[in-house]
Structures are given as C-alpha cells and as structure tokens.
C-alpha cells in the first residue's frame, strides 16, 4: 500500500458512561500504537470534550454524525463548526445506522460530505450493502449508487475515507471474509479510477468495518486494498483496539 498511510478507526456508538470512557482513554494512553497508523476514535457528542482534553494528541478525534448545512437554528443537531471548535478533525457519515434506522438517503449523505468537508473536516464515507441486496447480486450496485452520490456532492477527494461497512456484517459478529472485502475494496477503487481519477483511486484510503476483532483483523490487513478499519464493539476494549490497529501496519 505505497501510496496510502493505515488508519484504524474506533467507533462507540452509543455506548459508553463517563466512568467507561475514562478507562478506555487511559488504556489508549498507555497502549503501545505504531507510529506509521493514523488513529481516530469516534466518541458520542456529548463525550468528545472529555476525550479530546485527556487522550494523546497522537490519536484523533471523529464525531459520528454532522449537520448538512451551516449551522442555525435546527434544534438537536450539531453543526460542522461546532464540530471544529471542539477539536474534532473527522466526521463519520453515511453509517448504516444512519441511512437504515434513521432514513437519511444518499444525496442527503452527500450534501453533509461536501458541506464538511467545505469547512475543512475531514469525511469517513461509509458504504455497503444489505444482507438481502447481497444475496440479490447487488452489491456493486448499492455500492456504487452510494460512491456517486459522495462523488457529485465533493469539492476534493483529499480529505475523504471510505469505509466499506456490508451491514450484515456490522454489530453481528458476522465478519466479510478477506475475500469478500477485498473484492470490494477493489470494485470500489475502480470505481474511483474510471468516476473521479486514477490518482484519487490510488490515493484513497479504503478502510474495512463490521465485527473486526483482535482475532480477524490479521488476515483482513493481509488484503492489498484494505488499508484499515473501522471498528466499533471490538473498540471499547483498549488493548484489543490496539492490536487492530497494529495490524494494519
Ligand atoms: C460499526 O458500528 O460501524 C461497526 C463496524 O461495529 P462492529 O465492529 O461492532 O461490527
């Protein structure tokens, strides 16, 4: 993977209580985490202020959902400045949660890209299919739908991730083989190579997610298109999210 640096990606979700995430802050502090990955957690909001002023300026702060516009007056939501006040470099968008819970739809997810990423935060773009558009050969499909609507609504591809996500594989325990991951990663790649450019194809990370553990992540990181992972239940534990992100070396 020349071109393209490691990152490793901790995503919480909801969880977590202060007393939790002060233990998860200082096993992150302590862990021992190579130098050449990126590293990113994901807190809650309402967590991001106390992870932000005592974990290791070595790893970075995400927030798991942003605003689509500038911020104003839409009561509940939090906006991309305030996102960047708080000292957060990323923001995830696009997670399944959001798009098959909540409803959010492609072009709205690409509206909250290209407006964060207008604003100078950088974008973990998630993708990826349902179990049942799987079965129905639809991968592809879904995936690229998704890529295109990023792609109409991006000033650059600079500051971008894409997270490939399968939703039967998240939360489930039921992870993508490497050669299912791969083979996205590389359909997705390609995507990028004949939609955008031969370099943004290169250079974007491509990232992996959905029940990634200390067991699996291995062999995942052998893939030549994988250049990380998100990960979320496997994150809470401090150690364990360190040797996933050792492995992606
Ligand atoms: C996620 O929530 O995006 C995720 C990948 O979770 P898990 O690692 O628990 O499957």
Request: hydrophobic share 40%; aromatic share 6%; with cysteine.
């Amino acid at each position: 993977k020349p071109l393209r640096r490691v990152l490793a990606m901790a995503g919480t979700g909801q969880n977590g209580t202060k007393e939790s995430i002060t233990k998860l802050i200082s096993d992150l502090n302590s862990a021992k985490m190579e130098s050449d990955v990126d590293v990113v957690v994901a807190p809650p909001f309402i967590y991001i202020d106390q992870v932000k002023s005592s974990l290791t300026d070595r790893i970075e702060i995400s927030a798991q959902n942003s605003w689509v516009s500038k911020g104003g007056a839409f009561t509940g939501e939090i906006s991309v400045e305030q996102l960047k006040d708080i000292g957060c470099k990323w923001v995830i968008l696009g997670h399944s949660e959001r798009r098959h819970v909540i409803g959010e739809d492609n072009q709205f997810i690409g509206k909250k890209a290209g407006y964060a990423l207008s604003q100078g935060v950088g974008v973990i773009a998630c993708i990826g299919e349902l179990l049942e558009e799987r079965e129905a050969g639809k991968t592809f499909d879904v995936c690229y739908q998704q890529l295109k609507a990023y792609a109409d609504a991006v000033p650059s591809w600079d500051n971008i991730v894409i997270a490939y996500e399968p939703v039967w594989a998240i939360g489930t325990g039921v992870v993508a083989t490497p050669a299912q991951a791969q083979e996205v990663h590389v359909a997705v790649r390609d995507w990028l190579k004949n939609n955008v450019s031969a370099e943004v194809a290169s250079k974007t990370r491509i990232i992996y997610g959905g029940s990634v553990n200390g067991g699996n992540c291995a062999e995942l990181a052998k893939q030549k298109d994988i250049d990380g992972f998100l990960v979320g239940g496997a994150s809470l534990k401090g150690p364990e999210f360190a040797t996933i992100v050792n492995s992606v070396t």
